[in-house]
């Protein structure tokens, strides 16, 4: 656990301490937060890309798939191809620097 001073990362490495993290789905959020729209999304999940995005990009109805996703390139250590199943629901991939990808939907597009 986090001591108090204490930040999640560096301080919890060093001090070789377990940090025990609650985790709910991105659809969870979505629906704990109310959202009916999703205008953009970084994301940044250290390698858990996979975890994150397959399951909202399989279950997330049009209307929430946001028009701007900016995700981490870590496409050499995916077993999925994100920006495949992305572009099955109307993404187009953009590498926008070495470490980031720019996935963009038309709203208006079909999936």
Known sequence: MVQDGMTASA????AEKVVDVPVISLMQLVATQELKRIDGM???VEGFEEKVMLPFFYAAPDALLPRVI???NNVRHWDVDIVAVAAKRGYTSHRISKNNLLLSRDPETDS
């Open 42 to 44: 970084k994301v940044d």
């Open 11 to 14: 301080d919890a490495i060093a």
């Open 70 to 72: 900016i995700i981490e």
